[in-house]
């Protein structure tokens, strides 16, 4: 089993900066991908970003390529992601999620993510 805890979300003005984080524990999760998708109500989770613990590698949704930062700290066991210059679109419940391989994490599907963090709400006020 693995746990994740998403933190860093709340109401942010619109052009303000964005960086949520994922502290997993649990089994052996650096064997693990690690993604993060974001849903809005009434639309399906879309995939956002994956990073493997080791090496690093990193994969970013077509719909949102270039414009968030997925990292990582191996030592603490977390995940971030980052963005600046926050438009109104980018409202949303963002959540964390581990697959068992990163040749799956890496396809942003989630249904091959088998654990997810309980999610957290990003509001940008325009």
């Known amino acids: 089993q693995v746990q994740l805890v998403e933190s860093g979300g709340g109401l942010v003005q619109a052009g303000g900066s964005l960086r949520l984080s994922c502290a997993a524990s649990g089994r052996p999760f650096n064997m693990y991908g690690m993604g993060w998708f974001r849903q809005t109500p009434g639309k399906d989770r879309e995939f956002v970003a994956a990073?493997?613990?080791?090496?690093?590698?990193?994969v970013q949704g077509d719909s949102v390529k270039g414009r968030f930062t997925i990292s990582k700290d191996n030592a603490k066991n977390t995940v971030y992601l980052q963005k600046n210059s926050l438009p109104a679109e980018d409202t949303a419940a963002y959540y964390c999620?581990?697959?068992?391989?990163?040749?799956?994490?890496?396809?942003?599907?989630?249904?091959?993510?088998?654990?997810w963090g309980q999610g957290t709400q990003v509001t940008v006020s325009s």
């Open positions: 999620a581990a697959s068992p391989s990163w040749s799956s994490a890496s396809t942003g599907r989630p249904s091959l993510y088998h654990y």
């Open positions: 990073i493997s613990w080791s090496p690093g590698m990193i």
